[in-house]
């Protein structure tokens, strides 16, 4: 009976200390801003993606350009990955839009930092519905590039544009009236 009680007591004190080891997402830093992760991450995957299946129509004719090797296949699946990634990041709660002080670069059609993370945070779901917007079309791009699927990767390329078109319209120049225009005539709504 002495044996049981000394079995089940490890067995406590085992599952207790596994407990305390983790460590919850809160404590997880946030030092980037939503400003830090568009440019260094979603940017330029958006538009790396963005030129991986083009038609450039000149003098010369219409080129087709697209992923032919593994390696480039497999570029376009990296950029596809940290597309479908970078939502999880910008949503985390308590991430901030820009640094302190930060300013728009353009003020006369972008809104400032301030009133940006005001909209975020007045409708945190509508924001994170938009993010997903864009993971769903990243999950796409993946499924594309799996099946080395050129057309298929074309047509996940303008959601991925759509998605971020959307959630700019609405966050960063919601006032851009020719964006907004041009945005109703290509079917771009929320």
Sequence with gaps: ??????????FVLTGSACNRAQS??????????????????VDPS?????ESVVEI????????KAPHTD??????RHRAFILLEAPNLLIMEGRKVAKPGEKSKNP????????????????????????????DAA??????????DKDALFQSIESIDKAC??????YWYPNDKRAQEAAKQEGIVD
């Design 46 to 50: 958006g538009d790396f993606m963005f």
């Design 108 to 135: 006369e059609v972008e809104l400032e930092p301030e009133q940006i993370q005001k909209l975020l945070d007045s409708d945190r779901a509508s924001f994170v519905r938009r993010a997903r917007r864009l993971q």
């Design 1 to 10: 009976m002495k044996f049981a009680w000394i079995v089940i007591g490890t």
């Design 139 to 148: 999950a796409m791009a993946l499924k594309a590039v799996d099946a080395k």
């Design 24 to 41: 919850p997402a809160t404590d997880l830093l946030k030092t980037a801003t939503i400003k830090d992760i568009m440019d260094s991450m």
């Design 57 to 64: 129509a000149d003098a010369n004719g219409i080129t087709h």
């Design 165 to 170: 078109e959307i959630c700019h319209l609405h």
């Design 71 to 76: 390696e480039e296949w497999e570029e376009v």
